[in-house]
C-alpha cells in the first residue's frame, strides 16, 4: 500500500489515508466494518460489536460473526451496497457509517474466515467469529462512511 496516489477518502481524510496505506496500526492489519446509524449508534453505546446476527434481517440460518473488510476495499455507501449486500434493499442504508480499527493484539488465525464474498469474485470478506469489544482494538476512525463511490458515480 505504498502507492500516494490512493486517496479512498478523496484527500478528505488524509490521516485515516494515511494510515490505510500503511495497512497495520503498531504492527497489527487495520480492518473495516460498515454499518448503519442504529448500528453505529448501538455498537457505541455497547461499547462492542456483536458478532450475533440479527435474526429478523439475517434470517434464521445465519451464523454468528463480525464481517470486515480488509484496507485495500475502502468501498463508498453506494459501492459497498452493491459489492457486499448485493443491492438488497433490507441493507441499503447498511454502509453509511464505519469503524476503522486495529486489534491490540492479533487473535489467533482461527479467528478469522476469509475469502471471495462469492465464488470467482475479487471483493473479499473476513468474518471475524467473536464479538469485537472496544477494550480490544484501536479504533482509528467511526461515523460517517468517509469513502468515494468509484464504481457507483453517476
Known sequence: MSDTSWRPTGGKDSLLEVRLRLGTWNGKPIYIHFTSLAGLNGINQGGVITATPKQDRRGGKAKNGVYL????????????WVLLF?????????????????????????????????????????????????????????????????????
Open 86 to 154: 448485493f443491492m438488497n434493499a433490507t441493507y441499503l442504508n447498511s454502509a453509511n457509517y464505519c469503524f476503522v480499527f486495529a486489534f491490540l493484539e492479533q487473535p489467533g488465525g482461527s479467528c478469522f474466515k476469509s475469502g471471495p464474498i462469492t465464488d470467482g469474485s475479487w471483493v473479499q470478506e473476513v468474518i471475524y467469529n467473536d464479538h469485537i469489544k472496544f477494550s480490544d482494538i484501536d479504533i482509528l476512525y467511526r461515523g460517517p462512511n468517509p469513502f468515494v463511490d468509484h464504481l457507483t458515480q453517476t
Open 69 to 80: 473488510n480488509p484496507v485495500s476495499q475502502t468501498f463508498g455507501p453506494k459501492d459497498a
